[in-house]
């Protein structure tokens, strides 16, 4: 792995206040294992409350709304997010893909809001096992890119792409070592193709889906994946961590 690996735990719709002493104790923890960069997207309700308790992990969202402001009752603009605390924001989560209906173009509006609010932002791409079986899983998986992803002067540095295959998260199942390999570096040849070699060569594509202490180290090693985003498994700081060490090994090699 070239660069520091990143490690994002993605809290999902878990966790009130009593959470954040797992919070606290990743954010120790993360101050010894400085080869690894460590970020928790807890619910907006506890993003202020986490940014005050960890000083050293990143702190971030899990959505946004596309637009600065307004009448959507419910909704949370980015701006709104980084004044709570938040430094980057998830966008096109395959959850709010599926529940919420959301298109390329509505993830690729929501991820132009979180760079002009000036967080980063990571966006998400995945097949669904059916797209796999059909052997699509790559044309669809860069199709998304090309739809999802912002563009424009200086947006490379700003966008990690997270990979996720949709039969893979929380299901326990994960690709092969060499079927992420080979997807990574079809999203590495797109990123390319969309910020140019130079600025595509730097940016970090995640995996996820199903990530666990015991086979981090395996994952994590596949070509071009430059980290991982962790549901399931980020939710307690014992097994986040059991990623995180695994990834600070990694990064030794
Ligand atoms: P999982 O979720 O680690 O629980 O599979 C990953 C994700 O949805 O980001």
Redesign the pocket.
């Known amino acids: 792995m070239a660069q520091r690996p990143y490690i994002?735990g993605?809290w999902?719709m878990h966790g009130t206040r009593a959470m954040l002493a797992e919070a606290r104790a990743i954010d120790r923890a993360a101050e010894r294992l400085i080869k690894v960069e460590v970020a928790l997207a807890p619910p907006a309700t506890l993003i202020h409350a986490t940014r005050k308790e960890a000083t050293l992990i990143g702190v971030g969202a899990q959505d946004c709304h596309p637009a600065d402001g307004g009448a959507h009752t419910g909704d949370i603009s980015a701006a709104m997010l980084k004044d709570a605390g938040a430094g980057f924001t998830?966008v096109g989560?395959?959850?709010r893909r599926a529940d919420h209906g959301e298109s390329d173009a509505d993830v690729k509006a929501k991820a132009e809001a979180v760079l002009a609010s000036g967080m980063n932002v990571i966006v998400?791409v995945g097949e669904t096992e059916e797209q796999r079986d059909a052997g699509k899983a790559e044309s669809v998986v860069a199709k998304q890119l090309k739809a999802s992803l912002p563009t424009g002067e200086g947006v490379a540095e700003k966008v990690t792409v997270?990979y996720?295959p949709v039969w893979?998260?929380?299901?326990?199942r994960t690709p092969t070592v060499d079927d992420i390999g080979a997807m990574h570096r079809s999203i590495r040849k797109v990123v390319q193709g969309i910020y140019g070699d130079e600025d595509g060569a730097g940016v970090r594509i995640l995996y996820?889906?199903?990530?666990?202490p015991d086979n981090a180290a395996e994952l994590l090693a596949a070509d071009e994946v430059g980290g991982?985003?962790?549901?399931?498994?980020?939710l307690t700081a014992e097994s986040f961590l059991g990623i995180i060490v695994a990834a600070a090994e990694a990064g030794e090699d």
């Open positions: 994002v993605n999902k998830i989560h395959s959850e998400c997270a996720e893979a998260i929380g299901t326990g996820g889906g199903s990530v666990k991982a985003l962790v549901g399931g498994a980020s």
